[in-house]
C-alpha cells in the first residue's frame, strides 16, 4: 500500500503551531544574560593575625623577634630626680649626703635603672672628697655594667668642708610636700641645724596637703630655736594655695590656717595677718598666734671672691663661686661685651652654689634676648646638672662631659 509523504495519517493528533521565527542575530557584541537577583551576602570580617599576647621582650636572633625600630631619644635637659637632688645637695655644700644618694642608687634594689650620669655624678662626688681607692672600686663596677671603660682618676684636689665658701645654702620645695616634696623638708631641717641662714624657694610648689603645713611648721619653729634664719622665697605662691584651701567659719585644715598666718608674718602683711587671724579665732574658737614686729637684720658682707682669669677664646670660671653676687659673674658680663661669640669655659670649675647658678641664668638670658646665645663647655657633671635643674639649657648651648 502506497503511503503519502504530504498526507495527514489517520487518527493522528495535529501537530502544536510552530513557534514564531526569530530572525537570526546580527553581528556586533555579545550581551550578557542578567542573572536572577539573588540575596547578597554578608561581607565576610577580614581576617586579621591575633595580637601578640606575650609582653616579654623577644630576644634578638630568635624566631619572631622583630626588627628593631628607631629608638626613643631621651631629652638630654630632662633631669632625672635622683641627679636634680643630689646636684641641688652638692650647689648647698651637703657632700656626704649627695654621695650616699648615688651610692644608694648604684647599689639598691634599683640599681640596674641607674643611668650613666649617676654613675659620673658619683665619679665627680669622688673626684671633689679625695676619694681615689672608692673610685677605682666603682670604676670595676662601672666597666662590668657598662661594658666600656670607666673615666679615669685626674687627682681632683679636695674641697673644703663647707664647699660654699659660707653662701646661703637653698632648698626648692614642690610640686607638692608629699614623696619627694617631703624629703626636701628633711634636708631644709637639716641644713637649718647646721647653717645660720637658709633658704626655701616656694615657687614650685602646686599644692600643700595638710600633713604637710604641719611638718614646714614644725622645720619652721625649730630653726627659729636652734637661731637660724629660714628665708622664705616666692611665698605669695603658697600664701595663695593655702587662701584657697580654708573657708571662714569651716573647721578644717588647721595646719593650712597657721601656716598662712605664718607666711603673712613673714612678708611684714600685718593687715592680712590680722584679718586672717580674727577669722581662725572665730572658726576655731581659740587664741590665734599674735603679730611680731620684724626684726632688722644686720647687713651681711659679701665673700670675696678671686678675680678668675680670662683666655681671649673663653670666659674662665675656676674653683667655688659662692655668694648672691659675686665678682666673677658680674665680671662675664662686661666680657661678653667685647667678644663674640660668648664662651664660658667651666672645665676648672669645682662648684657653684645655688644662687650663683640663679645669677648666671640672668646673665645668659640677658644675652640671648641681645641675640648672642652663650656656650658653656666643659662643666663637671655636678655643676652640668644643677644649670639643668635651673633651665639654663633655654638659654645657652650646654656642652656636657661623655666621661
Same mark, same amino acid.
Given at each position: 500500500?502506497p503511503f503519502s ?12 503551531? #510552530? +513557534?514564531?521565527?526569530?530572525r537570526p542575530a546580527q553581528?556586533g ?5 542578567t542573572p ?6 554578608p561581607?565576610r570580617?577580614?581576617?586579621e593575625?591575633?595580637p601578640?599576647? =606575650?609582653?616579654a %621582650? #623577644?630576644v634578638?636572633?630568635e624566631?619572631?623577634a622583630?626588627?628593631?625600630g628607631?629608638?626613643a631619644?631621651e631629652d ?5 630626680s635622683?641627679?636634680e637632688?643630689?646636684a641641688i ?9 649627695a654621695a650616699?644618694?648615688l @651610692?644608694?642608687?648604684?647599689q639598691?634594689?634599683d640599681a640596674a635603672?641607674?643611668?650613666e650620669?649617676?654613675w659620673f655624678l658619683?665619679?665627680?662626688?669622688y673626684? &671633689?672628697a679625695g $676619694?681615689?681607692e ?9 666597666a662590668?655594667?657598662?661594658g ?6 685626674s687627682g681632683?684636689?679636695r674641697?673644703s668642708?663647707r664647699?660654699?665658701?659660707g653662701?646661703? %645654702?637653698?632648698?626648692?620645695?614642690g610640686?607638692?610636700?608629699d ?13 637649718? *641645724? ?5 633658704? +626655701?624657694?616656694l615657687g $614650685?610648689?602646686?599644692?600643700a596637703?595638710?600633713?604637710?603645713c +604641719?611638718?614646714?611648721?614644725?622645720v ?8 637660724? /634664719?629660714v628665708?622664705?622665697?616666692n611665698?605669695a605662691?603658697? *600664701? ?15 595646719a ?6 605664718e ?7 600685718q593687715?592680712?595677718?590680722? /584679718?586672717?587671724?580674727v577669722?581662725?579665732a572665730?572658726?576655731?574658737e581659740?587664741?590665734?598666734? *599674735?603679730?611680731?614686729?620684724?626684726r ?14 680670662a683666655?681671649?677664646?673663653?670666659y &674662665?670660671?675656676?674653683? =667655688?663661686?659662692?655668694g648672691?653676687s659675686?665678682a666673677?659673674l658680674?665680671?662675664?658680663? !662686661?666680657?661678653?661685651a ?7 669655659d667651666?672645665?676648672?670649675l ?6 650663683c647658678?640663679g645669677?648666671?641664668l640672668n646673665?645668659l638670658? @640677658?644675652?640671648?634676648? +641681645?641675640?648672642r ?9 655636678? !655643676?652640668?646638672?644643677?644649670?639643668r &635643674?635651673l633651665g639654663?639649657?633655654?638659654?645657652a648651648?650646654?656642652?656636657r662631659?661623655?666621661?
Amino acid at each position: 500500500m502506497p503511503f503519502s509523504f504530504f498526507g495527514k495519517k489517520p487518527g493522528a493528533p495535529r501537530p502544536a503551531p #510552530a +513557534a514564531k521565527r526569530q530572525r537570526p542575530a546580527q553581528p556586533g557584541p555579545a550581551r550578557a544574560k542578567t542573572p536572577a537577583p539573588r540575596i547578597p551576602e554578608p561581607p565576610r570580617p577580614k581576617e586579621e593575625p591575633l595580637p601578640n599576647l =606575650d609582653f616579654a %621582650p #623577644a630576644v634578638e636572633g630568635e624566631p619572631g623577634a622583630s626588627a628593631p625600630g628607631p629608638a626613643a631619644r631621651e631629652d638630654p635637659n630632662q633631669v632625672h630626680s635622683v641627679v636634680e637632688e643630689v646636684a641641688i645637695l652638692y650647689a648647698n655644700g651637703e657632700d656626704t649626703h649627695a654621695a650616699e644618694i648615688l @651610692e644608694h642608687a648604684v647599689q639598691g634594689e634599683d640599681a640596674a635603672a641607674a643611668t650613666e650620669e649617676v654613675w659620673f655624678l658619683l665619679f665627680d662626688l669622688y673626684h &671633689v672628697a679625695g $676619694k681615689r681607692e672608692a673610685f677605682e672600686t666603682r670604676a670595676v663596677e662601672y666597666a662590668v655594667r657598662f661594658g666600656r671603660s670607666p673615666p679615669a682618676w685626674s687627682g681632683a684636689e679636695r674641697s673644703s668642708a663647707r664647699g660654699t665658701g659660707g653662701a646661703t %645654702p637653698i632648698v626648692v620645695l614642690g610640686p607638692g610636700f608629699d614623696g619627694p616634696g617631703a624629703r626636701q623638708l628633711d634636708i631644709l631641717e637639716r641644713m637649718a *641645724s647646721k647653717h645660720e641662714r637658709v633658704r +626655701a624657694d616656694l615657687g $614650685k610648689l602646686r599644692s600643700a596637703g595638710e600633713p604637710g603645713c +604641719a611638718r614646714l611648721i614644725e622645720v619652721l619653729h625649730a630653726a627659729k630655736k636652734r637661731g637660724c /634664719e629660714v628665708v622664705l622665697q616666692n611665698a605669695a605662691n603658697l *600664701s595663695g594655695i593655702l587662701e584657697r584651701s580654708i573657708e571662714a567659719g569651716k573647721r578644717e585644715n588647721p595646719a593650712s590656717w597657721l601656716l598662712l598666718l605664718e607666711l603673712y608674718q613673714r612678708q611684714g602683711m600685718q593687715e592680712k595677718f590680722e /584679718e586672717c587671724a580674727v577669722n581662725y579665732a572665730v572658726t576655731f574658737e581659740v587664741s590665734p598666734p *599674735s603679730w611680731e614686729m620684724p626684726r632688722k637684720q644686720p647687713p651681711r658682707s659679701q665673700p670675696k671672691t678671686p678675680p678668675v682669669p680670662a683666655t681671649p677664646g673663653a670666659y &674662665v670660671m675656676s674653683g =667655688d663661686i659662692s655668694g648672691a653676687s659675686p665678682a666673677v659673674l658680674r665680671d662675664l658680663s !662686661v666680657w661678653a661685651a667685647a667678644h663674640d661669640p660668648v664662651v664660658i669655659d667651666c672645665s676648672a670649675l669645682r662648684r657653684m652654689d645655688f644662687v650663683c647658678a640663679g645669677t648666671l641664668l640672668n646673665t645668659l638670658a @640677658e644675652l640671648k634676648a +641681645a641675640g648672642r646665645p652663650a656656650r658653656i663647655r666643659g662643666a663637671n657633671h655636678l !655643676v652640668g646638672a644643677l644649670l639643668r &635643674v635651673l633651665g639654663v639649657a633655654q638659654f645657652a648651648q650646654l656642652d656636657r662631659r661623655k666621661s
